[in-house]
């Protein structure tokens, strides 16, 4: 099933995510992850796609055993920055034939250092939405950020870079994370008056790990309100009370944003099932509403 035909369907959709194994790790490992997961009933799994290409053929594969095993439609991600067009054509035309028909069109994250090679047919994710236009009938998805790109300076700039790639094709938007929801509220506000139309897709990330968030928040310069910050240093040395913490922010973050009219949320499982499963829990009968 294609995502966008979901998402007009008018019901609240949880979806959530998943990452492939380095090369050398047993596929079974994910295995049981996606088990897990598929057992608590998304409406669609997504599988990330390694950096540069790093874990591509899996992502293929696992999104493919994903729709033949548990019949849950998968979003496979794909990146273009270190990829050639031959190259992106073969991905296109592998997920095609293993029936995959949504993609999440990315560039990926420029290499940091030299060895690092960039695509010279791609430079950034629009050009990927027009290659996989071409390539058949595929629901495209795209990334958006609600505080603005890491490297774009200009908060404006970036949400009509965000308007090109749906001018290019793409079907659906999914946010990086975020941690005030007021953050999504003023950008849904400044999406609309740009005139973007398209379903916005809600990711929260439920936050077990309080290392992990302090990396990934340097990274990508997510804003952590005052709130969050004091529930992370209090639960930083109790892996449990912080995994417990997290899941009831998140659900809190989730349940503002359904009763003011969001209906699609993602959630950053980061292959933890029991985070899928207390969610949505948690979330029983909102999630009938
Ligand atoms: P783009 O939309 O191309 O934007 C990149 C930058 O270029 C932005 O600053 C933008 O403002 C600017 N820009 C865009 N168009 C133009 C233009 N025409 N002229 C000038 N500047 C322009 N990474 C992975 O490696 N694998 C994954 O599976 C993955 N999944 C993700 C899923 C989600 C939901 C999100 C939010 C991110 C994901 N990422 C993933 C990270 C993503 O690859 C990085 O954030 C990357 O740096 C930007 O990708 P993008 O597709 O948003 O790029």
Request: charge should be negative.
């Amino acid at each position: 099933m294609k995502i966008s035909t979901l998402l007009q369907s008018g019901k609240i959709t949880l979806s959530c995510e998943i990452f492939p194994p380095k090369p050398h790790v047993p596929l079974e490992q994910i295995e049981q992850v996606v088990a897990g997961i598929a057992a608590t009933h998304p409406d669609f799994f997504s599988v990330t796609y390694g950096a540069g290409g790093s874990t591509s053929k899996r992502t293929v594969e696992i999104a493919a055993d994903i729709q033949d095993t548990y019949h849950i439609p998968a979003l496979a991600h794909l990146t273009c920055v270190a990829a050639s067009r031959s190259q992106i054509d073969d991905t296109i035309a592998a997920l095609h034939q293993r029936g995959i028909q949504n993609i999440l069109a990315l560039r990926g994250d420029m290499p940091q250092d030299e060895s690092g090679t960039v695509s010279s047919d791609f430079q950034y994710a629009y050009q990927l939405i027009e290659e996989i236009k071409k390539q058949g009938d595929f629901c495209i998805g795209a990334a958006c950020y609600p505080e603005g790109h890491v490297e774009c300076g200009n908060k404006e700039k970036d949400i009509d870079h965000l308007k090109q790639k749906v001018e290019s094709g793409c079907d659906f938007l999914t946010t990086q994370m975020f941690f005030d929801n007021n953050i999504l509220y003023n950008f849904l506000y400044r999406t609309l008056s740009k005139g973007i139309r398209i379903p916005i897709i809600a990711g929260i990330m439920p936050v077990t790990n309080s290392k992990q968030i302090q990396r990934i928040c340097q990274l990508s310069g997510t804003y952590l309100p005052a709130r969050f910050k004091a529930i992370v240093e209090r639960f930083a040395d109790n892996p449990d009370a912080m995994k417990q913490a997290g899941i009831a922010y998140a659900t809190e973050q989730i349940i503002d944003l359904i009763a003011n009219g969001v209906r699609a949320i993602h959630l950053y499982t980061m292959n933890k099932p029991e985070i899928a499963e207390k969610i949505k829990q948690n979330l029983s009968d909102i999630l009938r509403t």
